[in-house]
Nanobody, 127 residues
């Protein structure tokens, strides 16, 4: 059974940093999409940053240059380093993993690619 457990959320002031972690069990990382999504109140869940086979990353335009996604296969962990945080980054952040293998990275920011989700961790950025 695949399980994803996020941690690292919290409250920070604008300009601050946070690092989210997602420990994954029962899952093989290689050649599959994994990523971070977020959902603010009243808005749809959107892709933030994704990684495919460790070396192919995709980012939403709103976070490019500020967020970095990475994975550690040995620790079965996905990370999201968030720098220069803005109030508009406030949301529940979810870790996600797809069971579809060998599909390439182009579909990784599409939430319909994913069938495994964590419970979410809240990020709040104050101005």
């Amino acid at each position: 059974q695949v399980q994803l457990v996020e941690s690292g959320g919290g409250s920070v002031q604008a300009g601050g940093s946070l690092r989210l972690s997602c420990v994954v069990s029962g899952y093989t990382f290689s050649r599959k999409c994994m990523g971070w999504f977020r959902q603010a109140p009243g808005k749809e869940r959107e892709g933030v940053a994704t990684v495919y086979s460790k070396n192919s990353s995709n980012y939403a335009d709103s976070v490019k240059g500020r967020f970095t996604v990475s994975s550690d296969y040995a620790k079965n962990t996905l990370y999201l380093q968030m720098n220069s945080l803005k109030p508009e980054d406030t949301a529940m952040y979810y870790c996600a993993a797809s069971s579809l293998a060998y599909i390439g990275s182009t579909r990784c920011l599409d939430r319909t690619t994913y069938n495994y989700w964590g419970q979410g961790t809240q990020v709040t950025v104050s101005s």
